[in-house]
Nanobody, 127 residues
Framework: QLQLVESGGGLVQPGGSLRLSCGVSTFTLDYHVIGWFRQAPGKEREGVSY????????TYADSVKGRFTISRDNAKNAVYLQMNSLKPEDTGTYYC????????????????????WGQGTQVTVSS
C-alpha cells in the first residue's frame, strides 16, 4: 500500500507564492514517478508537473513553466511543488499522484499510469 498526503494549500494574492508538500508513505512499494495535478472548478483535472525517481528529471506543463518548481527530499520521502508568481487561473485543488512504473514513452502529465492519489489540497489565488 502507498499513501499520499498533500499539504500547504491556502489563499494567496496574485503574484504570491505557496509551497505544496506531498508526503509519501509506503512499506513495500517503490514508486517511480510522482506527479502534481490540479483541478479548477468546472474543469477537468490537468497535469502540472512530475519528477522521476530514477534520475530526478522534471517536466512541467507549459502553463506553469518558469513559475513552478518540483523537487524531492528522499530523506523525508516527500515531493514539493514551489509555486511562484501565482495567477488567479492557478486556483484549484492540487493532487499528487504516484506511479509504480516509469515508461519512457509515457507522458506522465496525463492521468493514466498513476496508481495512487492523494486527497488534494485547495489553492486559491485571489485579491
Amino acid at each position: 500500500q502507498l499513501q499520499l498526503v498533500e499539504s500547504g494549500g491556502g489563499l494567496v494574492q496574485p503574484g504570491g507564492s505557496l509551497r505544496l508538500s506531498c508526503g509519501v508513505s509506503t512499506f513495500t512499494l517503490d514508486y517511480h514517478v510522482i506527479g502534481w495535478f490540479r483541478q479548477a472548478p468546472g474543469k477537468e483535472r490537468e497535469g502540472v508537473s512530475y519528477i522521476r525517481s530514477y534520475d530526478g528529471s522534471t517536466t512541467y506543463a507549459d502553463s506553469v513553466k518558469g513559475r513552478f518548481t518540483i523537487s524531492r527530499d528522499n530523506a523525508k520521502n516527500a515531493v514539493y511543488l514551489q509555486m511562484n508568481s501565482l495567477k488567479p487561473e492557478d486556483t484549484g485543488t492540487y493532487y499528487c499522484a504516484a506511479s509504480l512504473t516509469d515508461y519512457r514513452s509515457r507522458n506522465y502529465l496525463e492521468e493514466p499510469g498513476y496508481h495512487y492519489w492523494g486527497q488534494g489540497t485547495q489553492v486559491t489565488v485571489s485579491s
